[in-house]
Protein backbone atom coordinates (compact mmCIF):
# COMPACT_ATOMS: atom_id res chain seq x y z
CA UNK A 1 0.00 0.00 0.00
CA UNK A 2 1.33 3.48 -0.88
CA UNK A 3 -0.04 6.80 -0.70
CA UNK A 4 1.27 9.53 -2.76
CA UNK A 5 1.13 13.07 -2.20
CA UNK A 6 1.06 15.93 -4.73
CA UNK A 7 0.56 19.62 -4.90
CA UNK A 8 1.94 22.59 -2.99
CA UNK A 9 5.05 24.33 -3.52
CA UNK A 10 6.45 28.01 -2.69
CA UNK A 11 2.74 30.02 -2.71
CA UNK A 12 1.54 33.81 -1.90
CA UNK A 13 -0.17 34.79 0.72
CA UNK A 14 -3.58 34.92 -0.09
CA UNK A 15 -4.00 32.62 -2.96
CA UNK A 16 -5.10 28.84 -3.22
CA UNK A 17 -3.49 25.94 -3.72
CA UNK A 18 -4.75 21.58 -3.95
CA UNK A 19 -3.08 19.32 -2.48
CA UNK A 20 -3.99 15.49 -3.88
CA UNK A 21 -3.26 11.96 -2.26
CA UNK A 22 -3.86 8.62 -4.08
CA UNK A 23 -3.49 5.14 -2.74
CA UNK A 24 -2.84 2.94 -4.09
CA UNK A 25 -2.07 -1.31 -4.04
CA UNK A 26 -3.94 -3.87 -2.67
CA UNK A 27 -6.57 -2.58 -0.07
CA UNK A 28 -10.39 -3.84 0.76
CA UNK A 29 -11.67 -0.47 2.47
CA UNK A 30 -10.67 2.79 3.55
CA UNK A 31 -11.98 4.31 6.90
CA UNK A 32 -11.37 7.92 7.31
CA UNK A 33 -8.71 10.20 5.58
CA UNK A 34 -7.04 13.15 6.47
CA UNK A 35 -4.77 15.35 5.97
CA UNK A 36 -1.92 16.44 8.81
CA UNK A 37 0.85 19.12 8.59
CA UNK A 38 4.14 19.59 10.54
CA UNK A 39 5.74 23.45 10.72
CA UNK A 40 9.11 23.36 11.55
CA UNK A 41 9.75 23.03 14.96
CA UNK A 42 6.41 22.07 16.00
CA UNK A 43 4.17 18.94 16.51
CA UNK A 44 2.51 17.26 13.51
CA UNK A 45 -1.56 18.40 13.63
CA UNK A 46 -4.42 17.15 12.56
CA UNK A 47 -5.72 19.91 9.59
CA UNK A 48 -8.90 18.13 8.50
CA UNK A 49 -10.73 14.77 8.24
CA UNK A 50 -13.35 12.84 6.41
CA UNK A 51 -15.06 9.97 7.51
CA UNK A 52 -16.20 7.12 4.75
CA UNK A 53 -19.99 8.45 4.51
CA UNK A 54 -18.22 12.10 4.31
CA UNK A 55 -18.49 14.13 7.61
CA UNK A 56 -15.52 16.42 7.82
CA UNK A 57 -14.02 18.11 10.08
CA UNK A 58 -11.38 20.76 10.11
CA UNK A 59 -8.87 22.59 12.59
CA UNK A 60 -9.97 25.53 13.88
CA UNK A 61 -7.19 27.27 12.37
CA UNK A 62 -8.17 26.62 8.85
CA UNK A 63 -11.89 26.41 9.35
CA UNK A 64 -13.49 28.33 6.25
CA UNK A 65 -10.50 28.21 4.23
CA UNK A 66 -10.08 24.48 3.51
CA UNK A 67 -12.00 21.74 2.01
CA UNK A 68 -10.77 18.17 2.58
CA UNK A 69 -13.03 16.24 -0.55
CA UNK A 70 -12.16 12.03 -1.15
CA UNK A 71 -13.16 9.83 -4.24
CA UNK A 72 -14.29 6.92 -2.62
CA UNK A 73 -14.40 5.01 -6.37
CA UNK A 74 -10.69 6.69 -6.78
CA UNK A 75 -9.00 6.25 -3.56
CA UNK A 76 -8.34 9.40 -3.37
CA UNK A 77 -8.39 12.48 -0.68
CA UNK A 78 -7.68 15.73 -1.92
CA UNK A 79 -7.37 19.19 0.42
CA UNK A 80 -8.00 22.68 -1.39
CA UNK A 81 -6.17 25.10 0.80
CA UNK A 82 -7.79 28.82 0.03
CA UNK A 83 -7.11 32.09 1.30
CA UNK A 84 -3.54 30.96 2.33
CA UNK A 85 -1.53 32.65 5.66
CA UNK A 86 2.45 32.39 5.88
CA UNK A 87 1.20 29.99 9.25
CA UNK A 88 0.37 27.44 6.78
CA UNK A 89 3.56 27.00 5.76
CA UNK A 90 4.37 23.17 6.69
CA UNK A 91 4.86 19.76 5.46
CA UNK A 92 1.84 18.59 4.27
CA UNK A 93 0.99 14.35 5.15
CA UNK A 94 -1.85 12.54 3.75
CA UNK A 95 -3.13 9.61 6.10
CA UNK A 96 -5.65 6.89 5.46
CA UNK A 97 -7.44 4.15 7.71
CA UNK A 98 -6.94 0.88 5.38
CA UNK A 99 -8.33 -2.29 6.04
CA UNK A 100 -6.38 -4.77 3.37
CA UNK A 101 -8.48 -8.05 4.07
CA UNK A 102 -12.27 -8.42 4.19
CA UNK A 103 -11.49 -10.30 7.49
CA UNK A 104 -9.37 -8.01 8.80
CA UNK A 105 -10.43 -6.84 12.47
CA UNK A 106 -9.20 -3.20 11.99
CA UNK A 107 -8.42 -0.56 9.61
CA UNK A 108 -4.03 0.38 10.18
CA UNK A 109 -2.86 3.97 9.57
CA UNK A 110 -0.96 4.31 6.22
CA UNK A 111 0.80 7.64 5.52
CA UNK A 112 1.52 9.79 2.51
CA UNK A 113 5.84 10.84 2.05
CA UNK A 114 4.94 14.84 2.61
CA UNK A 115 4.46 17.39 0.49
CA UNK A 116 5.52 20.99 1.30
CA UNK A 117 3.77 24.00 1.18
CA UNK A 118 5.25 27.43 1.77
CA UNK A 119 3.37 30.90 2.26
CA UNK A 120 5.45 33.90 1.28
CA UNK A 121 3.63 37.00 2.53
Known amino acids: VQLQASGGGLLQAGGSSRLSCVVS????????MAWYRQAPGKQRELVAT???????SYADSVKGRFTISRDNAKNTVDLQMNSLKPEDTAVYYC????????????????WGQGTHVTVSS
Open 25 to 32: GNIFSTDD
Open 95 to 110: KAQIKLMRWSRVFSDY
Open 50 to 56: ETSSGTT
